[in-house]
């Protein structure tokens, strides 16, 4: 107390020098002789002296007591700056530094309060205090950051519940082999993303989250909340780069897209698929738990700190995405475009709910974007496997009139398809009309089954063009049977193509969008080409075991001449006809039992006869065998070996022609 009456005298005298300076001034500006330069310098200095206060006693004292206190705490927080981080040594020192600062904090606030009134004195400790608290910012800062980084959880991708790339999606060249049939059958695609799964990881360990709550409360109250939050972001950033890392996502730009083989991208987009779950449903979800851990009460703050984080790596992702949306449509991509589609259109709610405000409106436009760019890339494709189908020429025959190989690509291609559905009845809803430029080339026959057969109400828009695929593949099989010279051959090998086809579609989910009456019409179909072989390789034979024409002119009695001449003829006949067709190939065995089955009726029925009736002319039946060089069961076992795509060749060297 004594020491504060001290000073009252000299702070009355002080305000009566200050008094008397104004008396002074006011008194020299009323002098009507003064320049306008002397009246501006005296008009100045009589401002300043206004505003010039003496603090009060009680004031001044406070000054002092905080002056002290700042003393003792800038000490104490100048102690703690070392590379040594202050958590690392124990929650206690901890607790000591966040209380240092705290009342740092709460003396600037005290000071800016008495600065406004308490003169230069004031202001100059308020400065100082911000210095401190300036120190003790960074330090937090640092602290902050320290935290972060030391206490990441390992993201460990591969023992999440989400199945690995190899095991996500059969792939497709193996699927639709044109060699191996049973193989194909055995394998169905898996979904990409059926699972609406989502679950979240600690990316930083639990124990730590109240302590940066704390720092970031206090930064944040104490006007340095810029700083927190880029630090978190900084940190957070290079999280979640090497997240992406993990996830074995390189930074590829566009151009990087284009250049890279099939093998390559396809390996790619099986990455990114997995990358897409894993990032989107778990990776982000745990960030933006983290972000409202820590900056939850900070109002929107979250989110802004969120979509700075995870907006690069998001873009980065996207942009794949939009390299293959933009890329060559080339039919090997559609199964990945599709896969990707997919996941990305079921990914699209939680992306929305991540980046629903609009600083987060970037990531989810270009979201969109990428979806509407890749269903149109899916189109394209599509229409593009149609044109494929119909610019597939042909200059030789395909040896043994089997499956053709383009036929095997094309049926196995669309089964695939059928697990895709619904995507496609939603991409292709509002373009289900068929190319003109492959209508051109379709024959008015195949085209008005087409558009008979999509008429139909209840065929989706997929059905429609699956169909139409078809009748595009069924025009180009008519093509190629036009190379093959014999007409026989020309049957046989859409007869086989044609009932490829119908098993196809019965034995798997094209059934249901095709219909019974597309089965119905293709079952008539390749019957009506097996009639036309039968027509076309045994009719001229079986011509030559007819009653007709051997009995001698004008007379009821038989001909040896003519009848000899018509078994040789058979034989020779009948022997050309095993050594081409033993080499001809059925692949289904039941067609090639039936076919086998109506042939021997015919064949066998005739030959039984003929020989029965004819045989004892030849010679009086003594050397007929000279003649008949085969019985009826030699040639029933030689009708099995028919088909088998295996040439032979009939030789009895003990047995004479004639």
């Not at 998001?314 to 890329?327: E, H, P, R, S, T």
């Not at 003109?436 to 999509?454: D, Q, T, Y």
């Not at 695929?469 to 051959?489: A, C, F, G, P, Q």
């Amino acid at each position: 107390m004594a020491e504060c009456k001290s000073l009252i005298p000299t702070i009355e005298g002080e305000d009566h020098v200050i008094a008397a300076a104004k008396h002074i001034v006011r008194a020299l500006g009323a002098n009507t002789n003064l320049t306008d330069d002397v009246k501006k310098i005296l008009a100045d200095l009589d401002s300043r002296l206004s505003t010039m206060t003496v603090p009060s006693s009680n004031n001044r004292g406070e000054i002092i007591e905080i002056e002290q206190r700042l003393n003792f705490i800038q000490e104490k927080i100048a102690s703690w700056e070392s590379d040594q981080s202050i958590w690392d040594s124990s929650p206690e020192e901890a607790s000591e530094y966040l209380q240092a600062v705290e009342e740092v904090q709460s003396l600037t606030e005290s000071l800016g309060a008495l600065s406004m009134n308490e003169g230069e004195e004031a202001t100059k400790l308020l400065n100082r205090a911000h210095s401190v608290l300036q120190m003790g910012m960074a330090k937090l800062e640092e602290e902050f950051s320290n935290i972060l980084m030391q206490n990441r959880q390992p993201f460990e991708p591969e023992h999440m519940s989400f199945r690995s790339c190899e095991e996500d999606i059969v792939d497709e060249e193996s699927t639709i082999s044109v060699e191996d049939d049973s193989a194909e059958d055995s394998l169905q695609r898996e979904s990409t993303s059926k699972s609406s799964e989502e679950y979240t990881i600690d990316l930083v360990h639990p124990d730590v989250i109240p302590d940066l709550k704390c720092i970031a409360s206090l930064m944040f109250t104490s006007n340095y909340d810029q700083e927190c939050r880029q630090a978190y972001i900084n940190i957070r950033k290079d999280a979640l780069d090497e997240c992406l890392f993990i996830l074995e996502m390189e930074k590829l730009s566009i151009e990087d897209v284009l250049r890279m083989e099939w093998s390559t991208l396809n390996c790619m987009i099986k990455k990114w698929i997995r990358a897409m779950k894993i990032f989107v449903r778990v990776y982000l979800a745990s960030e933006k738990r983290l972000c409202d851990q820590v900056f939850g009460q900070f109002g929107s703050v979250n989110l802004v700190c969120f979509v700075e984080v995870s907006r690069g790596p998001m873009l980065q992702l996207l942009n794949f995405g939009d390299a293959i949306a933009v890329g060559p449509r080339l039919p090997e991509k559609l199964f990945r475009i599709l896969d990707m589609y997919e996941v990305l259109a079921e990914l699209l709610p939680d992306i929305e709910t991540f980046f629903s405000d609009e600083v987060g409106s970037s990531v989810r436009i270009e979201s969109h974007e990428v979806l509407r760019r890749l269903g149109d890339s899916v189109r394209g494709t599509f229409l593009q496997f149609e044109n494929a189908i119909q610019s597939n020429a042909s200059t030789n025959p395909f040896a043994g009139g089997g499956i053709h190989p383009l036929t095997k690509y094309v049926m196995n291609y669309i089964k695939i398809l059928t697990d895709y559905s619904g995507t496609l009845d939603l991409l292709l809803e509002d373009h289900d009309e068929y190319p003109a430029s492959l209508l051109s080339n379709i024959s008015p026959v195949k085209e008005e089954e087409k558009e008979k057969e999509c008429s139909s109400s209840s065929n989706s828009p997929m059905a429609c063009h699956l169909q139409s695929i078809t009748s595009v593949l069924e025009s180009n099989l008519d093509e190629k049977s036009r190379l093959y010279r014999d007409e026989s051959l020309q049957h046989f090998f859409l007869m086989n193509n044609i009932c490829y086809m119908v098993q196809k579609v019965k034995g798997s989910e094209l059934g249901a969008l095709f219909g019974d009456n597309w089965i119905r019409q293709h079952n008539r179909k390749f019957q009506k080409h097996a009639m036309g072989y039968e027509r076309a390789t045994w009719s001229s034979i079986l011509s030559l075991l007819k009653d007709e024409g051997i009995c001698s002119p004008g007379s009821n009695s038989v001909s040896k001449t003519v009848l000899k001449e018509r078994f040789r003829n058979f034989n020779l006949a009948f022997e050309e006809v095993y050594k081409n067709q033993t080499g001809w190939l059925i692949p289904d065995p039941q067609l090639r039992e039936d076919l086998r089955i109506s042939v021997s009726l015919k064949v066998i029925q005739a030959y039984r006869t003929f020989t029965g009736r004819y045989a004892s002319q030849l010679d009086g039946g003594r050397h007929s065998d000279r003649y008949i060089k085969y019985s009826a069961d030699d040639l029933q076992n030689f009708l099995l070996d028919l088909f088998e795509g295996s040439p032979k060749s009939l030789h009895y060297p003990r047995r004479r022609f004639w």
